[in-house]
């Protein structure tokens, strides 16, 4: 494993579901193979920035805190495979406007504070399921509805056991004004993966 530059956080941008989805994604997995992602761990990557400097968190969490408001339902009906790197996930077969759109925005607030990351693969919103996965059987489920208002700024730190996801700030999409959170954002270094 490559040495990281101790001044260097491995960082993305997430939709977070709240319990109630996150259970009916657990529920999903069930029949699945491979290491199922942790209840705590579930997630929708909106931008995944890999590694940067620790300088910018100020810089990236002033990007989450002026995103623009928006009202954001996904359906999730569409269970897929990227037999690349073996991951089962969950999906929209339609993504709504209004996640592209906030896709878009955040590409572009990065671009404008000349952050770089690799965004070189056209943007395919899922939530993934199970690693290390097998083709995931034929599943017939009643679409997940998600009324989505949580954006996090997620470090992720991998280790022998797994990965380890810590929420370093989020906010509410669905509000006009951004107000921090402090409480959500203590202890929730998630499990590993």
Do not use: C
């Amino acid at each position: 494993m490559m040495a990281k530059n101790p001044g260097s956080l491995r960082l993305f941008y997430a939709l977070w579901p709240d319990d109630a989805v996150s259970s009916k994604l657990q529920q999903l997995q069930a029949p699945m193979h491979g290491r199922r992602i942790p209840f705590a761990n579930l997630h929708m990557t909106l931008v995944f920035l890999g590694q940067q400097p620790a300088a910018l968190l100020p810089d990236l969490k002033d990007i989450l805190e002026h995103l623009p408001r928006t009202d954001l339902t996904l359906v999730l009906d569409r269970v897929g495979y990227f037999p690349r790197n073996r991951i089962a996930w969950v999906g929209p077969s339609e993504a709504p406007e209004t996640l592209s759109e906030l896709h878009s925005v955040l590409v572009e607030r990065l671009a404008e504070r000349q952050v770089a990351f690799n965004d070189q693969h056209a943007y395919r919103p899922h939530v993934t399921l199970a690693r290390d996965a097998g083709l995931p059987p034929d599943l017939t489920f009643d679409p997940i509805e998600w009324h989505a208002t949580q954006v996090a700024l997620v470090q992720s730190t991998t280790t022998a056991e797994g990965s380890i996801y810590r929420i370093l700030a989020s906010r509410a999409i669905d509000k006009e004004v951004w107000v921090p959170d402090e409480s959500r954002q203590e202890g929730l270094d998630a499990p590993p993966v």
